[in-house]
Nanobody, 123 residues
Framework: QVQLVESGGGMVQPGGTLRLSCAASGLRLGNYAIGWFRQPSGKKREGVAS????????WYADSVKRRFTISRDNAKNSVYLQMDSLTPEDTAVYYC????????????????WGQGTQVTVSS
C-alpha cells in the first residue's frame, strides 16, 4: 500500500521558516518525480515546486522562487520543502505527490498524494 505522509507544518510569524517533510512507504521515491502543492482555504490547489527523479531538474512557482527549496534524500525515502521568508500569502494546506513522469506543476500527473499539512503564517 502506497502512503505519503507530510509533516512539519504549523503556525509561524511572517518572515519565519518552516521545513516540510514527505515520507513514503510502499514506493521508492527515488523512482518518482515529486511535487509539492498547496491549497489555501477556499482557493484552487496550485503547484509550488517539483523535483525530478533522476535528472536533477527542479521547478518552482514564481511566487516561491528564491524563498522555497525542494530537496530529496533517496536513502531516507523522503522529500523536503524548506520554506523561508514566509508571508501570510503562503498560508495553505501543503501536499506532496509522487508521479512517474518528469517534473510538472500539473496535479493530474501525480497519482500518489499525501493527506496534507497545514501551514499558517500570521502575526
Amino acid at each position: 500500500q502506497v502512503q505519503l505522509v507530510e509533516s512539519g507544518g504549523g503556525m509561524v510569524q511572517p518572515g519565519g521558516t518552516l521545513r516540510l517533510s514527505c515520507a513514503a512507504s510502499g514506493l521508492r521515491l527515488g523512482n518518482y518525480a515529486i511535487g509539492w502543492f498547496r491549497q489555501p482555504s477556499g482557493k484552487k490547489r496550485e503547484g509550488v515546486a517539483s523535483i525530478g527523479n533522476r535528472d536533477g531538474k527542479i521547478w518552482y512557482a514564481d511566487s516561491v522562487k528564491r524563498r522555497f527549496t525542494i530537496s530529496r534524500d533517496n536513502a531516507k525515502n523522503s522529500v523536503y520543502l524548506q520554506m523561508d521568508s514566509l508571508t501570510p500569502e503562503d498560508t495553505a494546506v501543503y501536499y506532496c505527490a509522487a508521479g512517474a513522469g518528469g517534473i510538472t506543476s500539473r496535479a493530474e500527473s501525480y497519482p500518489y498524494w499525501g493527506q496534507g499539512t497545514q501551514v499558517t503564517v500570521s502575526s
